[in-house]
Nanobody, 118 residues
């Protein structure tokens, strides 16, 4: 599975951005997709994830501000980020988990930089 992330950029505090992650294959075949982020000097952390059935979960720090969604027809997962804060500044990575029989395979996109600053 190849993942192409896009949509990052510079935004002022309180602003919004939408990240997109386009998969190279039908996302029905992918068990879960998500977004991680890594800020300078920090470990990569899960931001949000969504299963093939549509169940979503979020990091506590983004609940109520970020929304993950999927467009099966476009094989794309989105992360709508509202009320952005400077602490949301990070490189955001798209992630996919595909389980074949009992083996799990994890795939990563190239990352897109989000900078929240005035």
């Amino acid at each position: 599975v190849q993942l192409q992330a896009s949509g990052g950029g510079l935004v002022q505090p309180g602003g919004s951005l939408r990240l997109s992650c386009a998969a190279s294959e039908n996302i029905f075949s992918i068990n879960a997709m998500g977004w991680y982020r890594q800020a300078p000097g920090k470990q990569r952390e899960l931001v949000a994830a969504i299963t093939s059935g549509g169940s979503a979960n979020y990091a506590d720090s983004v609940k109520g501000r970020f929304t993950i969604s999927r467009d099966n027809a476009k094989n794309t997962v989105y992360l709508q980020m509202n009320s952005l804060k400077p602490e949301d500044t990070a490189v955001y990575y798209c992630n996919a988990l595909k389980v074949i029989f009992t083996q799990g395979y994890v795939y990563w996109g190239q990352g897109t930089l989000v900078t929240v600053s005035s």
